[in-house]
């Protein structure tokens, strides 16, 4: 019996041309398939970074808020202090775990905004009383404070570009004050606002879609505002 055996004349078979052609078309799924993946994995990085920019953001501004609402450590005290702008927030409030003390033991903080970095300054007292308290770094005392960084790779997050602005009250509204306060100004200081845009500390997503903005805002109006035109509304009243 005889087997079919193949010609040595036959050409049959993939030629030179076809092989290229599958190599391209199969590089040209291959490089759609590696786009895809950049593309999620972009994608997924950039929403792991907001949500890091923003757990980061608003644990600082819930953590100056809480101490702004216990800001009103007397009655008709200005919370606010003079000096206070836009990058910079001094204000007297209750020591930590003191809040709902008749009598609180009070602090002076200074929260400072500089080129990226937010820091806060506490400065703890060291005589006087109630409203004329002396703390560390006043009236001969030359204790430093304790500092501490609060947060880094932040910007300020207000549309005007400001980190904390400052409203006093007229007929029930609230009006801007501003750009530093004065002792008179602060004196009328009800309401302050803090925002900030934060950026991941440690994600390589650099683009816009990693950044996140949070504000929140303290009140010091222990009863509502007046209505009348020439009726004052001060802070902790």
Not at 89 to 105: D, K, Q, S, T, Y
Not at 144 to 166: C, D, I, Q
Not at 223 to 231: C, G, I, M
Request: glycine share 8%; charged share 15%; aromatic share 4%.
């Amino acid at each position: 019996m005889l087997l079919n055996m193949p010609s040595l004349d036959d050409e049959a078979g993939t030629t030179m041309i076809e092989l290229i052609v599958g190599l391209a078309m199969g590089m040209v799924v291959l490089v759609g398939l590696t786009m895809t993946i950049i593309v999620v994995m972009h994608g997924t990085a950039r929403v792991d970074a907001r949500v890091e920019a923003t757990d980061n953001a608003r644990t600082v501004v819930t953590a100056i808020t809480e101490e702004l609402h216990s800001a009103c450590t007397s009655v008709q005290i200005t919370p606010v202090r003079a000096g206070s702008n836009a990058e910079t927030l001094i204000f007297w409030h209750a020591a930590p775990a003191e809040g709902n003390a008749v009598a609180p033991r009070p602090v002076k903080t200074k929260i400072v905004y500089s080129q990226g970095t937010l820091t806060q300054t506490d400065y703890a007292q060291v005589g006087g009383s109630s409203p004329n308290w002396t703390f560390e770094g006043e009236g001969g005392d030359t204790g430093p404070g304790k500092t501490r960084t609060l947060l880094t790779n932040v910007a300020p997050g207000s549309p005007e570009g400001k980190v904390f602005t400052y409203y006093r009250d007229e007929n029930g509204a609230p009006i801007v004050l501003g750009p530093t306060l004065t002792a008179p100004t602060a004196e009328q200081t009800i309401l302050v606002n803090v925002a900030l845009t934060a950026s991941p500390r440690s994600s390589p997503v650099a683009d816009n879609g990693s950044t996140a903005t949070v504000s929140d805002t303290a009140t010091f109006l222990l009863t509502p505002p007046s209505f009348e035109p020439e009726a004052s509304t001060p802070p902790c009243k």
